[in-house]
T-cell receptor, first 114, second 113 residues
């Protein structure tokens, strides 16, 4: 049982380059999320998708776009990477909203922007 | 919006001792409070949660208490073991229907053998 799978695990970009982080879950969860984790800042929500076909902004959406490709997959795109986007990114999923359901997290993607 | 404060940021205990991590929240409408444990190189994993209709919940060596009047909740780990060493995050949400889960900044717990 794979759970939540994120790719790539590590990536180094130059300022201005673009990239997409991929996330897939095999638990038939309805909701998916992208968080970023910075030292001393905890986990902050970037975007979420409550259900297939919907996406909404979280706390720190600027500089990011997302696509809910289907029920299983939720991607995060950086169109023009900036050093401030250096972070560890976590994808998560849940049956419903995190206010009543457990979040299952992936192992994370460490992104460095030079 | 919700603001969750978590203390301490680091905590070292001797193996076998107890550890307590405390969180406060600002939104009186919050009613769901989970705790996540993050081991090195892994994603966070839920270890226990509590809803506002109960004051305490236990699961083996782990317990969580909630004081809604004071808007604070705490994680208690008894008989700590080296495998308890990790970063712990508290969080708060308005419950069912809410997609905003606000996390504290984390506590790095080190259990010294």
């Amino acid at each position: 049982n794979a759970g939540v799978t994120q790719t790539p695990k590590f990536q180094v970009l130059k300022t201005g380059q673009s990239m997409t982080l991929q996330c897939a879950q095999d638990m038939n969860h309805n909701s998916m999320y992208w968080y970023r984790q910075d030292p001393g800042m905890g986990l902050r929500l970037i975007y979420y998708s409550a259900s297939e076909g919907t996406t909404d902004k979280g706390e720190v959406p600027n500089g990011y776009n997302v696509s809910r490709l289907n029920k299983r997959e939720f991607s995060l795109r950086l169109e023009s990477a900036a050093p401030s986007q250096t972070s560890v990114y976590f994808c998560a999923s849940s049956v419903g909203g995190p206010g009543a359901n457990v979040l299952t997290f992936g192992a994370g993607s460490r992104l460095t922007v030079l | 919006g919700e603001n969750v404060e978590q203390h301490p940021s680091t905590l070292s205990v001797q193996e076998g001792d107890s550890a307590v991590i405390k969180c406060t929240y600002s939104d009186s409408a919050s009613n769901y409070f989970p705790w996540y444990k993050q081991e090195l190189g892994k994603g966070p994993q839920l270890i226990i949660d509590i809803r506002s209709n109960v004051g305490e919940k236990k699961d083996q060596r782990i317990a969580v208490t909630l004081n809604k009047t004071a808007k604070h909740f705490s994680l208690h780990i008894t008989e700590t073991q080296p495998e308890d060493s990790a970063v712990y995050f508290c969080a708060a949400s308005r419950g069912a229907g809410s997609y905003q889960l606000t996390f504290g900044k984390g506590t790095k717990l080190s259990v010294i053998p």
